[in-house]
C-alpha cells in the first residue's frame, strides 16, 4: 500500500532531477572552500534572500545555532516565543551549547510577539541583568499553524530591536512558503532582519541542508562556529546540488501545497468529530483536533489511521498537524480524508 504521509515536509524524497544533478555534481573540499557545487549554492542562497553572504549548514537546526552564537557572547539574552522552534525543538541548544540565556515571550496565533511585549523584554544595562542582545523571529511559523509573519510586522519589530541596539535573527525555515503566500519576494520579506535560516530540506524537497545567510563578516564568524560545532563538510556539493534544483524548481511552485493544504481541510471539515483551528491553514500546515465530546485520543486514531495508510504528526493529546508538499496529490488528499472519517467510525462503532 502507498503511503500517504502528512506528518512533515520533511519527509520529502528528493526528485528524479535532485538525484540526476547529485550524481554529476561537481565537487571539492568545502572546508577548503573548494568545492564549486556549494559555492554556488551559496551564491544563489545569498541572493534569494538579498544578504552578502550564505553558508551552507547541515540542519535548520545547526543554521539556528550557529546565529544565535555568532550574535551572541555567553551570558548574554535572546527574546524568542514560547512557541518557537528554537526554544522548543531544539534541545536546549543555545543554553547548553552557547551560554545563551532565553526570555520567552508569548506567541500570539498568528505567531507574531507583541510589539510592547518586545519593548518590555529589552533590559536597561544593570549589572545584575544579562544583556539584551538579540531577537527571534520565526517565519512560517510551524507551531502557530504556519502562519506567515507580515512584512510590515518584520519590520516594526526589528526596527524595535535595532533602535535598541539587538540585532534580530529570522528563523526561516520555510520562508519561501511565506513569501509564496504573502506574495511577496523572499529578499524583501527578510531584508529587515540581519541574519536568516532557511531550509532545502523541508518543502523544497531536497535531502539535506539549510542556508544560514547575513553581512560577510558575520557569516565568516558562523562559518569557525559550524566547524567548532563539526558542520564542516568536506563533499557536500551532493548535497548542494539537490539544494540548487530546490531552489530553482520547487520554490516557486509552493503555492500548490497551500492550495492543497486548503482542499485537505474542506474535506475534513465535513467530518462531524473534528474541528480545524482558525484560520487554518495558512500555508501548508492543516492544525485539526478532535472535539472535547468524542471519546477518542490522539494517538489512538493516528494508530487507526495508519491502518489505513496514511500518517499525520501528533502535536498534542487530542490534535494533529497534517503537513502538505510535493510528493502529495490530491488522490492522497481524498484517501487521507476518507481515512479519517473511516477510522473514526470504526473506532467509535
Ligand atoms: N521542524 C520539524 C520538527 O523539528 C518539528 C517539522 O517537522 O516541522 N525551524 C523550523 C521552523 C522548523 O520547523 C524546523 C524543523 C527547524 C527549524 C529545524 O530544522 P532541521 O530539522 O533541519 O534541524
Known amino acids: 500500500m502507498d503511503i500517504v504521509d502528512l506528518r512533515s515536509d520533511t519527509v520529502t524524497l528528493p526528485t528524479p532531477a535532485m538525484r540526476e544533478a547529485m550524481a554529476h555534481a561537481e565537487l571539492g573540499d ?17 541572493d534569494l534572500v538579498g544578504k552578502e553572504a550564505a553558508l551552507f549548514v547541515p540542519s535548520g537546526t545547526m543554521g539556528n545555532l550557529a546565529a544565535i552564537l555568532a550574535h551572541c557572547q555567553r551570558g548574554d539574552e535572546v527574546i524568542l516565543g514560547h512557541l518557537s522552534h528554537t526554544f522548543l525543538y531544539e534541545a536546549g541548544g543555545i543554553s547548553a551549547l552557547g551560554g545563551v540565556h532565553s526570555h520567552q515571550l508569548y ?5 507574531s510577539l507583541l510589539l510592547e511585549d518586545i519593548h518590555n523584554a529589552i533590559r536597561p544595562q544593570d549589572i545584575h541583568h544579562p544583556s539584551s542582545r538579540l531577537l527571534c523571529l520565526e517565519n512560517t511559523h510551524n507551531r502557530c499553524g504556519g502562519a506567515a ?3 510590515e510586522y518584520t519590520r516594526q519589530a526589528s526596527e524595535l530591536a535595532h533602535t535598541h ?3 534580530v535573527h529570522l528563523d526561516g525555515a520555510r520562508i519561501f ?3 509564496a503566500a504573502l506574495e511577496v519576494e523572499a529578499r524583501e520579506l527578510v531584508a529587515p532582519v540581519d541574519s536568516v535560516t532557511f531550509c532545502l530540506s523541508k518543502g523544497l524537497c531536497a535531502p539535506v541542508g539549510s542556508l544560514l545567510c547575513g553581512t560577510g563578516a558575520f557569516i565568516e564568524s558562523a562559518r569557525r562556529i559550524r566547524k ?6 568536506r563533499q557536500a556539493g551532493v548535497l548542494a546540488a539537490a539544494g540548487i534544483i530546490g531552489l530553482k524548481e520547487i520554490a516557486p511552485r509552493l503555492k500548490e501545497d497551500h492550495q492543497r493544504a486548503q482542499f485537505l481541510a474542506q474535506k475534513l471539515r465535513l467530518i462531524p468529530q473534528l474541528v480545524l483551528d482558525e484560520g487554518t491553514p495558512h500555508t501548508n500546515m492543516v492544525y485539526v483536533a478532535l ?9 489512538r486514531l493516528a494508530q487507526e489511521l495508519r491502518q489505513h495508510g496514511v500518517m499525520v504528526g501528533v502535536v498534542g493529546a487530542r490534535r494533529f498537524r497534517l503537513v ?10 481524498e484517501r487521507a480524508a476518507q481515512a479519517f472519517a473511516e477510522g473514526m467510525n470504526n473506532l467509535l462503532e
Open 107 to 111: 506567541n500570539q496565533p498568528d505567531g
Open 177 to 179: 512558503n511565506a513569501a
Open 149 to 151: 509573519l507580515s512584512l
Open 30 to 46: 568545502d572546508v577548503y572552500r573548494e568545492d564549486p557545487t556549494v559555492n554556488r549554492l551559496e551564491g544563489i542562497a545569498a
Open 324 to 333: 502538505t508538499h510535493y510528493w502529495i496529490d490530491d488522490v492522497a488528499l
Open 165 to 167: 541596539g539587538l540585532s
Open 291 to 299: 472535539r472535547p465530546d468524542v471519546p477518542l485520543d490522539a494517538d
Open 228 to 233: 567548532q560545532l563539526g558542520g564542516g563538510m
